[in-house]
């Protein structure tokens, strides 16, 4: 069955500092993935998207970058966090073809800029 | 592109009450819509989904939610909530042919009071 693994569950980082988060996929090849941000009240906001190794497509300008070095590994990274990225961080993974309709979401990073 | 209106952002009820939690989309094409359940810091658990065939689909603890292509409409509905529904619930949908990037709204917040 497949699996999708997130971490760190939270993490605090000051104002300035870089950014790592990791999401892994596993029991499947040639995932979709996605990063979204929730932010208290707001919904969520698609940050990017992948559709294979290397092919980032970035949803609105800001201050994060996505990367996919392999397959089934998507990471989210920062060089200078600010106040306003702060938020819960969620990764998600969709089938491509006919089942790419509907994701699974890992179990989020929650982010807290001070 | 796609758009999804949750039409309130808390929804208090007592338990064994009936509910419906609203949601209305655009879209200039054909939509698949979704349902989505996230308990308190937790990633987000796909409720039901439309995709094709009938209207009206149920999900495996009770919920149900029916399409209306007239109204634009997926909404929401459980004829008895118990404690445990109590979560915050996203409403999603997906174009045609768009590559299968959902497109959330802001989530209404379910609280379930005995």
């Known amino acids: 069955s497949q699996t999708i693994h997130q971490w760190p569950a939270t993490l605090v980082q000051p104002v300035g500092s870089p950014l790592s988060l990791e999401c892994t996929v596993e029991g499947t090849s040639n995932p979709n993935l996605y990063w979204y941000r929730q932010a208290a009240g707001r919904g969520l906001q698609l940050l990017f998207y992948?559709?294979?190794?290397?092919?980032i497509s970035s949803e609105v300008p800001q201050n994060l970058s996505a990367s996919r070095p392999q397959d089934r590994q998507f990471i989210l990274s920062s060089k200078k966090l600010l106040l306003s990225d702060s938020g819960f961080y969620l990764c998600?993974?969709?089938?491509?073809?006919?089942?790419?309709?509907?994701?699974?979401f890992g179990s989020g990073t929650r982010l807290t800029v001070v | 592109a796609q758009s999804v209106t949750q039409l309130d952002s808390q929804v208090p009820v007592f338990e064994e009450a009936p509910v419906e939690l609203r949601c209305n989309y655009s879209?200039?094409?054909?939509?698949?819509l979704f349902w989505y359940v996230q308990y308190p810091n937790q990633g987000l658990q796909l409720l039901l989904k439309y995709l094709s065939g009938s209207t009206l689909v149920e999900s495996i603890n009770g919920f149900e939610a029916e399409f209306n292509k007239s109204q634009t409409s997926f909404h929401l509905r459980k004829p008895s909530v118990h404690i445990s529904d109590t979560a915050e619930y996203f409403c999603a949908v997906s174009g045609l042919n768009q590559g299968g990037k959902l497109i959330f709204g802001q989530g209404t917040e379910l609280s379930v009071k005995p």
């Open positions: 879209s200039s094409v054909s939509v698949y």
């Open positions: 992948s559709v294979g190794i290397g092919q």
């Open positions: 998600a993974w969709s089938g491509t073809g006919v089942h790419v309709y509907g994701y699974t």
